[in-house]
């Protein structure tokens, strides 16, 4: 009996799972019909039409919050990956010493301090800066940004070193290959696939974020997702429901090739 | 046979490796030396922990001795980085670049000494004949098998045309049959290429069949420096003769010790002769050694006499232990002929006689 024992066939469990998937994707189901809604309304279905893509795509306020999220993420999804590479070798490359552990939560507080905490934190420090140096470019939002997006990047970068058989590198310096060459020739190539998981990771992370750009962005510096939010405190249109639907369409689209890529293995 | 020089290829001057601090330290190897000819098949022999591993990563230049020098051909390498040192290692595992061609991974060394492309080109035809791989040139390592990627590996470190040739238990990831081809084939590579070879093992009879010499390896030291048969036949000392094939112990009391010979008196009264380790002078007491093979079974009486306590059948002889009555075992290894049976039966009284130049007196 216990041999047999499989959770599919407790009872409930069919009901549980179809109550969790109702609860996961009915909202997103909605939200992307009412995209396609011919009426002004968010509730009243008046017929199929495009009309709200139209209208967004014509919104200059859109189309440059838009530009500005993927100028901001590929800035950082980069910056992001090149210091988690280089954290990764670092920490992976090395006999274990006494600190190596505070330097794991070092590298990944990120992922443990809140995010409003780490927001009013860059606030009040940012705006130091700027007082200073007068900059208020988009330089804040990038390197807020690359902070936050390292961890991402870092963990299967981390994964696919520690994966790695040392032994390669060390054949590789035998056939009289110097660090730098083993490095080019051998880790990286082997390293590539983490590499680009970590980055597309990162760019949707940082395409994402609400909370930190809030507080961090100078007027006209919004993000896709903060002039989202902007719009719906003045009432939502079927307008907010076809940005979204675009929004999910192109996180789906490079999660997908995360998951393609992050799956190659040689 | 290659010639063999009496030039040294490698000498290892007192090598010590220490891993560790303070109270946990652990000497991995303790104030080795040891010098290997220019052009043999020299292996390192001993069981796991013994230090063998430790000090072909110390020529290879994966590690650093704790005191001591490694001259090759005279000069001092041990300081320098492994890609410096014109030595290179076949690895257990192989380590194959797996995103490279079987042919790229043979010419991956070449590649890094600078060689131009027309050389590497042929040099890794020339390689890919040698180890009989042309047909898989193409290939990506991941596609052959566990024998071919040996030889990919073993090509792979010969193609630079190293001073030195390392292998880290290369065989030990092949079944049997395998196994028994590469251990030719490992041989004839050696004599074709004339590199001189470092072999680090734990199994004693490849040790045997392939070596010029064997360093037998306990604790960090090297017990012993001799060829197969002087391992074999004439150990020095009892962790030797116990670890190299099968041997009798037996105490006896030791007299007239002159030019390598000594008379030992066995527990049984009989006085035989024997050979004694080199530089060796025994006390009253010591231990002397009988290989299975070089005594005889007798009905009558012999050297030592007992009783049958089993018998082993092994095909191409028969293994016969005898409970001694001076309460010592020993065993009789008797080459079988196609008459049925060996001759005795278990419980059967019998005497062994031991033959001439069969016992060695050990060091210890």
Redesign the interface.
């Known amino acids: 009996m216990a041999s047999n024992f499989s959770i599919k066939h407790q009872p409930g469990f069919t009901a549980i799972a179809a109550t969790c998937f109702i609860v996961l994707y009915l909202p997103i189901i909605v939200l992307v019909a009412y995209a396609f809604n011919a009426a002004s309304s968010t509730s009243e279905w008046g017929g199929f039409s495009l009309r709200w893509f139209q209208s967004a795509y014509q919104n200059t306020q859109v189309i440059d919050a838009t530009l500005r999220s993927f100028q901001i993420g590929a800035i950082a999804a980069v910056l992001s990956t090149i210091f988690a590479t280089m954290a990764a070798l670092a920490t992976t490359r090395t006999a274990a010493y006494p600190g190596l552990t505070f330097k794991y939560a070092a590298i990944n507080q990120p992922l443990m301090v809140p995010e409003i905490v780490t927001g009013v934190a860059l606030l009040i420090f940012f705006s130091r800066i700027k007082i200073f140096t007068g900059y208020s470019g988009l330089g804040y939002l990038i390197a807020a940004h690359t902070a936050f997006c390292i961890p991402f990047a870092y963990l299967p970068i981390r994964a696919r070193l520690e994966n790695m ?1 040392l ?2 590198e ?9 660090p730098w ?1 083993t490095f080019r ?2 880790t990286l ?2 390293l590539w696939p983490g590499i680009l998981a970590g980055l597309m990771l990162a760019f949707v992370i940082s395409l994402d974020d609400v909370v930190i750009t809030e507080f961090v962005k100078s007027g006209g510096q919004d993000t896709l997702p903060t002039y989202m939010l902007g719009q719906i405190r003045r009432g939502v249109t079927p307008e907010i429901n076809a940005i979204s639907t675009a929004f999910l369409l192109l996180s789906v689209a490079i999660v997908t090739l995360f998951f393609f890529v992050s799956r190659k293995r ?1 | 046979m290659p010639d063999k020089p009496d030039r040294n290829a490698i000498e290892v001057v007192n090598v010590s490796k220490i891993f560790g601090s303070g109270e946990g330290q652990v000497a991995a190897l303790d104030k080795v030396s040891v010098s290997i000819r220019e052009n043999e098949f020299f292996t390192l022999l001993g069981p796991s922990g013994c230090g063998k591993t430790t000090l072909l990563r110390l020529i ?3 590690d650093f001795p704790t005191a001591g020098e490694i001259l090759l051909y005279g000069q001092d390498i041990a300081p320098l ?4 040192r014109p ?3 076949v ?1 257990q ?1 192989y ?5 490279m061609t079987v042919a790229d991974n043979i010419g ?2 070449l590649e ?2 600078g060689k131009p492309k027309a050389e590497i080109k042929a040099r890794v035809a020339e390689m890919l004949k040698l180890v009989k791989m042309e047909a898989l040139a193409g290939r ?1 390592t ?1 596609q052959i098998s566990g024998g071919q990627q040996q030889r990919v590996a073993l090509a ?2 010969l193609a ?1 045309q190293p001073k030195v040739l390392l292998l880290d238990e290369p065989l030990s990831a092949l079944d049997y049959k395998l196994r028994k081809e590469m251990q030719i084939e490992l041989k004839r590579l050696q004599h074709e290429t004339g590199i001189t070879f470092i072999f680090v093992t734990h199994d004693q009879e490849e040790a045997l069949t392939m070596s010029d010499r064997i360093a037998v390896m306990s604790s960090g030291k090297i017990l012993q420096v001799g060829s197969p048969w002087d391992i074999y036949d004439k150990p020095a000392e009892r962790f030797v003769a116990d670890f190299i094939g099968e041997t009798n112990f037996l105490t006896a009391a030791i007299s007239g010790t002159s030019n390598g010979k000594t008379r030992a008196t066995l527990k049984s009264g009989t006085t035989i002769e024997a050979t004694v380790a080199e530089g060796f002078q025994p006390k009253d007491n010591a231990t002397v050694v009988v290989r299975p093979e070089h005594a005889k079974l007798t009905k009558d009486k012999g050297d030592l006499s007992g009783t049958v306590e089993n018998i082993v059948y092994f095909g191409t002889d028969t293994h016969i232990h005898v409970q001694l009555d001076s309460g010592e075992a020993f065993t009789v290894r008797q080459q079988n002929t196609r008459s049925a049976g060996c001759g005795f039966e278990r419980g059967d009284k019998v005497g062994i006689l031991i033959g001439n130049d069969a016992a060695q007196v050990l060091r210890d």
């Not at chain 1, 060390?170 to 110097?178: E, G, I």
């Not at chain 2, 980085?81 to 410096?84: G, Y």
């Not at chain 2, 380590?95 to 995103?99: K, Q, S």
């Open positions: 058989d032994t390669l060390r054949a590789a310096a035998d056939l009289y290959a110097t060459k020739r051998i190539p082997l040689d | 290879a230049g994966f980085p492994p890609f410096k030595v290179n290692t690895f595992s380590a194959l670049f797996p995103h991956f060394g890094m000494l990506r991941a792979r470190a630079p």
